[in-house]
């Protein structure tokens, strides 16, 4: 039940896009996305409560698609307090139940 | 407004010990969550308590892991005994009412098992 994500690791240069995807095998009622820096705590980002809902953070933008049980997070404009692990956290639809993703790594070098 | 608080922060113990962490969630915040994360992985949810009733348990290993929350404010969870393998970072997080919440975590704790 636990959301696979893809890639798994990526490096940008700053100014790049990134595109980082989520899906799950089960049909989703929320999604969250976390950032990790290392060794610290995770970070909110944002939830996307309806199929098909879009968010925006400042240059961060994520995507809900309810029918393909995926997410999207896009990272525009990169900048390199944009570096960490990337989590997607997923509230399942037929309870309370929540699972982080397998994690993306995202390093941005100048 | 206060964050979430866990203590210790460090914890070395050998195999076969006991260890116990305590957090305390933000006020207000029904939901509290304990996770595991082992270095490298994304953190796996160990129980999840709405107020002091438990939600969800089913990837707490019972036999060895227990986990309350009194009067539905603070959490202890509990190793015993602990192995090798427990090795990782013990989060902390709460949120207001539920999983459609953003949840905000704790520091963390770093069990180390020798």
């Known amino acids: 039940q636990q959301p696979v994500q893809s890639p798994q690791a990526v490096i940008l240069r700053e100014g790049e896009d990134a595109v980082i995807n989520c899906s799950s095998s089960?049909?989703?009622?929320?999604v969250h996305w976390y950032r990790q820096k290392h060794g610290e705590a995770p970070v909110f980002l944002m939830i996307l409560l309806k199929g098909g809902e879009q968010k925006g953070h400042e240059k961060i933008s994520a995507s809900f698609n309810e029918k393909k049980q995926q997410s999207s997070l896009y990272l525009t404009a990169s900048q390199l307090s944009y570096s960490g692990t990337y989590f997607c956290?997923?509230?399942?639809?037929?309870?309370?139940?929540?699972?982080f993703g397998t994690g993306t790594s995202l390093t941005v070098i100048p | 407004e206060a964050g979430v608080a866990q203590s210790p922060r460090y914890k070395i113990i050998e195999k076969r010990q006991s260890v116990a962490f305590w957090c305390n969630p933000i006020?207000?915040?029904?939901?509290l969550y304990w996770y595991q994360q082992i270095l490298g992985q994304g953190p796996k949810l160990l129980i999840q308590?709405?107020?002091?009733?438990?939600?969800?348990d089913s990837q707490l290993p019972k036999d060895r892991f227990s986990a309350e929350r009194l009067k539905g404010v603070d959490s202890t969870l509990k190793i015993q005994p602990a192995k090798l393998e427990d090795s990782a970072v013990y989060l902390c997080?709460?949120?207001?009412?539920?999983?459609?919440?953003?949840?905000?975590f704790g520091p963390g704790t770093r069990l180390t098992v020798t």
């Open positions: 997080a709460s949120s207001l009412a539920g999983a459609v919440y953003e949840q905000y």
């Open positions: 006020s207000g915040h029904a939901t």
């Open positions: 089960k049909a989703l009622y929320s």
């Open positions: 956290g997923t509230n399942l639809f037929t309870g309370n139940q929540f699972y």
């Open positions: 308590f709405q107020n002091n009733g438990v939600v969800d």
